[in-house]
C-alpha cells in the first residue's frame, strides 16, 4: 500500500515575527554572551524582533520605557519575593504595605490553571489588572498589562542539572504570546487592556534566566535563548517539516544544537 503523506496545518494568523524584547542585563558580560549567542546561532534575529539592550536593575531602568508584558524567572509556585521577583513585587504593589500584590495575581492563575504547580519550563500569562473589588491601582511605571511567568526551578535551588531549561521556557513563552495573540485578533479585541479587554503582547521585558541562584552560566542562557528563537521561527515558517516531524530533522541539527549548548560544563 502507497504511503500517504498529509497536508501540514496552516495557520495565517500566525506570523514569524517574535516580540520586541527588553532585555535587561545588569552585568555587561551577559549583554556580550547574549551577542555572541546571536552571531554564533541566529545572525538574522533582527529581521524577526528588535531587540533593546538595558544594562541596568529594574528600579533604574527609565520611566518612558514601556513594554506589554514582563517576565518573571519565577519558581513553580509563583511566590514573587526573592532576587528579580523581589524587584518585581516591590515595583508593582500599589503601595508599602501590600507587597504580596503581585504574588496573589500569579497564585492565583496559576492555582486555576496548574492547581498551584506551575512545572519548570512553562509558561503561564498573568494579567496585571484589579479585578478584586477594593483592588488599589499598582504602580505600573511601563504600562505592561502582562506577567509571563516562566518558571525556572521548583523551589530556588542550583538547576545546573536541569540543561535545557532555559530553552523550554523560551519556547513556552514564544508559545504562550503566539497562543494569545491569535486569541485576540480571532476576538477582534480593542489594543485598550485597561476596561478589561486583552491586548495582543508585542512586547516585553526579561532578564537571562537562572542565570542567579539557578546557577546557569550566561554562555549557556543566551545560546538556549537564541536558538529557541531561532527554532521557533523556524516552526512557523516551515510547518511542512515542523508539524510532521521526523527523528532525522531531529537529529541531524536541532538536537545536536542544543545539546551543544551544555556539553562540556561538567553536568
Known amino acids: 500500500m502507497a504511503s500517504q503523506t498529509s497536508t501540514p496545518p496552516s495557520n495565517p494568523t500566525t506570523t514569524s515575527k517574535l516580540p520586541n524584547i527588553h532585555l535587561l542585563c545588569m552585568q555587561a558580560s551577559s549583554a556580550q554572551a547574549f551577542h555572541t549567542a546571536v552571531a554564533t546561532h541566529f545572525p538574522t534575529l533582527s529581521s524577526h524582533t ?3 539592550h538595558h544594562e541596568c536593575s529594574l528600579k533604574f531602568l527609565p520611566k518612558h520605557i514601556t513594554f506589554t508584558a514582563i517576565v518573571s524567572p519565577a519558581n513553580s509556585y509563583a511566590r514573587l519575593d526573592g532576587a528579580f521577583d523581589d524587584a518585581l513585587a516591590r515595583a ?3 503601595n508599602k504595605e501590600d507587597y504580596g500584590w503581585i504574588t496573589r495575581k500569579a497564585q492565583a492563575v496559576v492555582y486555576r490553571e496548574h492547581r498551584g504547580f506551575a512545572p519548570p519550563g512553562t509558561c503561564t500569562i498573568i494579567r496585571l489588572d484589579h479585578s478584586q473589588p477594593g483592588d488599589a491601582p499598582s504602580k505600573n511605571p511601563w504600562k505592561s498589562s502582562y506577567l509571563l511567568l516562566c518558571p525556572t526551578m521548583r523551589v530556588p535551588q542550583n538547576v545546573t542539572w536541569d540543561r535545557e531549561v532555559v530553552y523550554e521556557c523560551i519556547w513556552s513563552l514564544l508559545c504562550a504570546v503566539d497562543r494569545h495573540n491569535r486569541a485576540v485578533r480571532g476576538n477582534s479585541s480593542s ?16 532578564t537571562p534566566l537562572a542565570t542567579g541562584v539557578g546557577g546557569v552560566s550566561e554562555k549557556r542562557w543566551a545560546e538556549q535563548c537564541v536558538l529557541a528563537m531561532k527554532h521557533w ?3 512557523v515558517e516551515h510547518p511542512e517539516v515542523w508539524a510532521q516531524t521526523e527523528w532525522r530533522d531531529v537529529r541531524e541539527k536541532r538536537d545536536g544544537e542544543i545539546k551543544a549548548t551544555w556539553r562540556g560544563e561538567g553536568r
Open 191 to 206: 489594543s485598550s487592556s485597561s476596561s478589561g479587554i486583552e491586548t495582543e503582547i508585542t512586547s516585553l521585558l526579561m
Open 233 to 235: 521561527v523556524e516552526a
Open 92 to 94: 508593582y504593589m500599589p
Open 50 to 52: 528588535t531587540i533593546t
